[in-house]
């Protein structure tokens, strides 16, 4: 690209981070890019920069700063309508006045040297771009305009000032208020910037950490059909995925992938003439916006981008980052990256808790941000135009939000939207502000009125709004602080959206990570109904088409939902112990999911019945579980995740158990031939210890088996001869400090113990009772598996009981 000596414009690779001053920070993050990360292989679009020298050259040769101050004084920005009037006036009063001629030739030059290297008339990008934006505590995300599909040079000229203007919208204004920023202290630098056709393909943007946990291994990328602004409008639900930071290179580490409703999508109009909603075809709609090879790709990028600011400021420094697909040449673009501002400054020693403490009626449920509760009245709006009508501490229930709700949303308990995804506006600002969000509900504006009392929870995977004003708990706690156990203390996972969050805990790994509730949650079909597709129902058949869609094969789907399930738990606590249990549904759980009546029998105890070692060798069950092997096998040996380990529950013999080993070692998941697994990353295979045959044959189960999990829960109810499932004439009985119980488990540990083989505990009992816990140290376990809430009190109890 060729340029000429210039006062007030420079080329992108003519400034970097430290040129915030005169380049604003997008614009001295997309230089500092071109700089250090295109030689590296990172596609950035180029183009020139407009400075902030530049915005104040405008502002003092047209004698307006006077004026604005003029308007600005005593300005309240909690009257919104005020905030509203007198920011739109400023705003007139800057697009009105004349670019000094000077000013002017310098930008038509930029755009003329544009158009030799891209072409007469190229399309370009007008980006404003703060000078204050991006320090550790501020963001500006979404404050300031961004015009695309800009063509020619009276054009750009037009949309240059107009981007300037918006240094005072009231959003804007309304921030900087918030952050204590001077007006005139902050100018605003323009970035001109080649257009990447996303309009022909696909855009979105990608973090480079969770954003609701601020876990930190992890690459989030989200897309949908063409140009980005329909994310951060919250118009549409994208595609997401997850890729594990390390294990990247050796593996393909996608550990989650999602498909979105992507229904509409923003294109370009005719030439230079801005742009338009469309309807995306329904074949677009059902397939992802990238292929996995892009994805990865996509990540690897993020990562340089992440390590490379992370070197400069000298610490961890998240990024968020805009990404484009040209659909002509089919080429992959980062449009933008800006600090993360959220979990990069935060405290990670301290772990905030929060937990519903009475029950409410979930009126409806969403994506859930924030994970947190808040009460409060509603206040339905649905039209930005009305937010005057606003109070402090009241939930804003609305279709979806952007850049111009803000100044209500500050001062909100809660958000609750119809539309949009974790990385719409709605969802981006109410992380920055610490407040719960739940989005993308569907219909929350149907259902609530303005003055109801509602809760809203985030603190799960998906966000509920329930009605009235449910109590809850708020404990925090200082890892720091936590003593060191004296036995490993690990953790029972259910949910692999609780993973990332609950990682921050103290713990040894994981002691048990259930399968049932991603089957149930995440793919919610029977596996043989899958297996058996031809011969179900038309109704069935519609209905799993509709879950599936995004996948080429129905059993492929399944592997993939339940390999992510379990590789979210696994990545969250990589490279400790991930002790994954196979699915232990019993026959009516199994029924009840889609499809489920025509494989399953009809059991008068379930408890008792068809369930856990005997369902995976069985004729009318094998499949499936060959299905669990391949997961199992997807998540060591395609993601890398070799600290998974696996569990076979409810085994009744030990030729139960040679025959599961069997089928798993015929399906690729076998240990190390000739030995016991005992390098790190080889896999092993422990047996749940929950049945008397177990403790009585404990020799030759272990014979065949790496080591035992006690299951107190199944082990009390057939020790002591109880139905879990029973009503309350027998339910006193049912405890496992029984003495026959712990009689049980003494046996079973001494046992295990003597043979050199893994014993631990994942029942219930230890997070119960403490004194349980203490029982368990002092007879001897490896280690205990508690539930998350457990933890802590678990661990100050042990070590106060070694203080005595």
């Known amino acids: 690209m060729i340029f000429v000596m210039a006062v007030y414009t420079k080329r992108f690779k003519e400034v970097g981070i430290k040129d915030v001053a005169e380049a604003g920070g997008k614009n001295a993050s997309l230089g500092e890019m071109i700089r250090h990360l295109k030689p590296r292989g990172v596609n950035i679009p180029d183009g020139f920069v407009v400075t902030a020298g530049a915005y104040r050259y405008f502002l003092k040769e047209a004698g307006l700063e006077k004026e604005i101050k003029q308007i600005l004084r005593g300005l309240d920005t909690s009257k919104v309508e005020t905030l509203t009037e007198k920011t739109r006036q400023v705003r007139e009063l800057i697009k009105k006045a004349e670019l000094p001629n000077d000013l002017k030739q310098e930008i038509i030059l930029g755009y003329r040297a544009m158009e030799k290297e891209y072409g007469r008339r190229v399309d370009v990008a007008v980006r404003s771009s703060a000078t204050a934006e991006d320090l550790p505590d501020a963001s500006f995300a979404g404050e300031h305009e961004t015009y695309l599909n800009v063509r020619g040079a009276e054009e750009v000229l037009e949309k240059v000032k107009a981007a300037m203007a918006s240094l005072f919208t009231a959003r804007a204004v309304s921030y900087r208020v918030d952050k204590k920023f001077d007006h005139f202290k902050v100018a605003l630098s323009v970035g001109v910037q080649k257009m990447v056709r996303s309009d022909k393909a696909a855009s979105g943007v990608m973090f480079t950490l969770d954003t609701e946990s601020g876990f930190r291994e992890v690459v989030m990328i989200d897309g949908v059909w063409g140009l980005g602004e329909m994310i951060v409008q919250g118009e549409v639900t994208p595609d997401e995925w997850i890729v594990f930071k390390p294990t990247m290179g050796e593996f393909k580490p996608i550990i989650d992938k999602r498909l979105g409703k992507k229904d509409r999508k923003m294109i370009y109009k005719a030439a230079g003439e801005g742009t338009r909603v469309v309807r995306v075809p329904a074949e677009e709609r059902d397939k992802f916006v990238l292929t996995d090879r892009e994805v990865m790709k996509m990540a690897e990028w993020g990562v340089l981008i992440e390590e490379h600011y992370s070197r400069a400021r000298g610490r961890w420094q998240p990024m968020d980052i805009e990404w484009a697909k040209d659909g002509e040449s089919n080429e992959l673009y980062i449009v933008q990256a800006r600090p993360e501002t959220v979990h990069a400054t935060r405290d990670m020693t301290k772990v905030r808790t929060y937990r519903r403490s009475g029950e409410g009626k979930v009126i409806c449920a969403g994506a859930s941000v924030g994970s947190k509760i808040a009460s409060g009245p509603a206040r339905l709006i649905l039209d930005v135009?009305?937010?005057?009508?606003?109070?402090?501490?009241?939930?804003?229930?609305?279709?979806?939000?952007?850049?111009?709700?803000?100044?209500?949303?500050?001062?909100?308990?809660?958000?609750?939207?119809?539309?949009?995804?974790?990385?719409?506006?709605?969802?981006?600002?109410?992380?920055?502000?610490?407040?719960?969000?739940?989005?993308?509900?569907?219909?929350?504006?149907?259902?609530?009125?303005?003055?109801?009392?509602?809760?809203?929870?985030?603190?799960?995977?998906?966000?509920?709004?329930?009605?009235?004003?449910?109590?809850?708990?708020?404990?925090?706690?200082?890892?720091?602080?936590?003593?060191?156990?004296?036995?490993?203390?690990?953790?029972?996972?259910?949910?692999?959206?609780?993973?990332?969050?609950?990682?921050?805990?103290?713990?040894?790994?994981?002691?048990?990570?259930?399968?049932?509730?991603?089957?149930?949650?995440?793919?919610?079909?029977?596996?043989?109904?899958?297996?058996?597709?031809?011969?179900?129902?038309?109704?069935?058949?519609?209905?799993?088409?509709?879950?599936?869609?995004?996948?080429?094969?129905?059993?492929?789907?399944?592997?993939?939902?339940?390999?992510?399930?379990?590789?979210?738990?696994?990545?969250?606590?990589?490279?400790?112990?991930?002790?994954?249990?196979?699915?232990?549904?019993?026959?009516?759980?199994?029924?009840?999911?889609?499809?489920?009546?025509?494989?399953?029998?009809?059991?008068?105890?379930?408890?008792?019945?068809?369930?856990?070692?005997?369902?995976?060798?069985?004729?009318?069950?094998?499949?499936?579980?060959?299905?669990?092997?391949?997961?199992?096998?997807?998540?060591?040996?395609?993601?890398?995740?070799?600290?998974?380990?696996?569990?076979?529950?409810?085994?009744?013999?030990?030729?139960?158990?040679?025959?599961?080993?069997?089928?798993?070692?015929?399906?690729?998941?076998?240990?190390?031939?000739?030995?016991?697994?005992?390098?790190?990353?080889?896999?092993?295979?422990?047996?749940?210890?929950?049945?008397?045959?177990?403790?009585?044959?404990?020799?030759?189960?272990?014979?065949?088996?790496?080591?035992?999990?006690?299951?107190?829960?199944?082990?009390?109810?057939?020790?002591?001869g109880l139905d879990r499932d029973g009503g309350e004439l027998i339910r006193g009985v049912a405890d496992e400090r029984d003495e026959a119980v712990k009689e049980l488990v003494r046996q079973v540990i001494k046992i295990a113990k003597k043979r050199g083989k893994y014993i631990g505990i994942c029942g219930q009992a230890p997070s119960d009772y403490p004194e349980f816990a203490e029982f368990l140290v002092k007879a001897g376990i490896n280690s205990i598996s508690l539930n998350p809430d457990a933890v802590v009190p678990t661990i100050m109890a042990l070590a106060r009981k070694k203080g005595k």
């Open 385 to 720: 135009k009305d937010i005057g009508s606003f109070r402090a501490g009241e939930v804003l229930v609305t279709d979806m939000t952007d850049p111009d709700w803000e100044p209500i949303m500050k001062i909100a308990a809660a958000i609750v939207t119809d539309k949009g995804g974790r990385t719409s506006h709605a969802a981006i600002v109410s992380r920055e502000l610490g407040i719960p969000c739940v989005v993308g509900t569907g219909r929350v504006t149907k259902l609530i009125k303005t003055g109801e009392m509602v809760t809203v929870d985030t603190t799960g995977s998906e966000g509920a709004v329930l009605k009235g004003k449910v109590p809850f708990t708020v404990s925090e706690i200082d890892i720091k602080k936590i003593p060191k156990p004296p036995i490993k203390i690990m953790m029972n996972i259910a949910t692999p959206e609780s993973a990332f969050e609950k990682s921050f805990l103290p713990n040894d790994g994981v002691g048990l990570a259930r399968e049932e509730f991603i089957i149930a949650g995440d793919i919610g079909i029977h596996p043989m109904a899958l297996i058996n597709y031809n011969r179900m129902s038309d109704k069935v058949k519609r209905e799993i088409d509709r879950r599936t869609a995004g996948w080429r094969s129905r059993t492929d789907f399944y592997v993939d939902k339940l390999a992510y399930g379990v590789a979210k738990i696994g990545a969250a606590f990589y490279p400790k112990p991930v002790i994954v249990r196979f699915s232990d549904f019993k026959s009516n759980e199994y029924a009840a999911l889609l499809g489920g009546d025509e494989f399953e029998p009809k059991e008068e105890n379930p408890m008792l019945g068809w369930r856990g070692a005997s369902r995976y060798y069985h004729p009318q069950f094998a499949e499936a579980f060959i299905l669990e092997i391949r997961a199992i096998k997807k998540a060591r040996e395609v993601f890398g995740l070799t600290n998974i380990q696996t569990m076979i529950p409810f085994c009744r013999t030990v030729e139960e158990g040679k025959k599961v080993l069997s089928i798993m070692e015929k399906n690729g998941l076998a240990r190390p031939r000739g030995r016991q697994a005992d390098k790190e990353g080889d896999l092993k295979v422990y047996v749940m210890c929950e049945i008397p045959s177990n403790v009585i044959l404990a020799e030759e189960f272990l014979d065949e088996f790496d080591g035992m999990s006690i299951g107190s829960n199944d082990l009390t109810q057939l020790a002591l």
